[in-house]
């Protein structure tokens, strides 16, 4: 069994509760354009390049067996199809120009990095979180994996955006102990506009699980333009308090992942919008608290 990762963070505190380790999948049904980790949408591989770098060899191409990479007018042109993951362009690259985006682990590799850290999780009442892109994804690898973290007792959490069919959300939060739950927008046509699939399957598995009694903490990403506007924290706040959610979490829009679309050599809709301070959240913030929510920015 294996699973495309693109990243495995250790120490992290922003995703869950004490000392985490974050398994970051591969692909994501969702297409935010705002998204800080746009290497992470895809379900195959990608190279990210940078240009200033690049020494025009074209060293990279003629080492590609599988014929994925191609320059047209000095910008390099990758094709994911045939790319089997083997980072020959990478090695190849006398720039240090190229970098791979994803790696295929198995169970037990993936298993051995976070088994590594788990005193720490004991020690601060951590554990795993596992994010993406999008964790439902790759859902029968999660599943196995979460199975053999609760054997082992480590708190398990999901980092997720809950599009995916009533089955596999059930079957999966059987072993999931915290929810982090990404709430975009509260109106399907909207949601659809900006993201390519309407919020019905997200509402719907969101419910499910709170009546499952998993505890669940929403976290709302605040866009410009999107959903940024007073007006959308009085519709999140009654949406939410009708729901039964407890807990909302604030995420500011910013601007970290900016380059990774100039690597990527994708156009990005977000260029000129600046970071959004926390506390000019703060009147957005007092919306959702009077309606009786817990917030946090």
Not at 105 to 113: A, F, G, H, K, P
Not at 135 to 160: G, Y
Not at 217 to 222: A, E, K, S
């Amino acid at each position: 069994m294996e699973a495309l990762i693109f990243n495995i963070q250790k120490f992290s505190i922003h995703d869950g509760p004490g000392i985490r380790t974050v398994v970051f999948f591969k692909g994501c049904p969702l297409k935010c354009p705002w998204c800080a980790n746009p290497e992470s949408q895809s379900t195959t591989y990608e190279i990210l390049w940078d240009h200033s770098k690049c020494l025009h060899c074209s060293r990279c191409v003629s080492v590609c067996a599988a014929g994925c990479l191609s320059f047209e007018k000095e910008v390099l042109h990758f094709q994911p199809k045939e790319c089997s993951g083997c980072l020959d362009c990478v090695k190849a690259c006398p720039g240090t120009a190229l970098d791979l985006a994803g790696k295929k682990m198995t169970l037990e590799q993936v298993l051995s990095e976070v088994y590594k850290d788990q005193d720490f999780y004991e020690e601060s009442q951590g554990g795993v979180t596992l994010s993406g892109g999008e964790v439902f994804s790759q859902p029968v690898f999660v599943n196995a994996l979460l199975k053999q973290l609760k054997a082992k007792h480590i708190h398990t959490c999901l980092e997720t955006c809950g599009y995916t069919s009533g089955e596999v959300f059930a079957q999966t939060i059987q072993n999931t102990d915290l929810l982090l739950y990404d709430l975009k927008h509260y109106d399907p046509e909207i949601h659809q506009r900006y993201t390519g699939a309407d919020n019905t399957l997200i509402l719907n598995n969101l419910a499910y699980a709170l009546k499952q009694n998993v505890p669940v903490i929403i976290r709302i990403p605040v866009i410009p333009g999107f959903n940024n506007s007073l007006n959308d924290a009085q519709k999140f706040a009654k949406l939410l308090v009708a729901t039964g959610v407890k807990k909302v979490e604030l995420l500011p829009f910013h601007q970290f992942g900016q380059n990774k679309y100039t690597l990527l050599n994708r156009p990005y809709l977000y260029e000129k919008e600046k970071n959004i301070a926390s506390e000019a959240l703060v009147p957005y913030r007092d919306i959702l608290t009077q309606a009786g929510l817990t917030v946090k920015i």
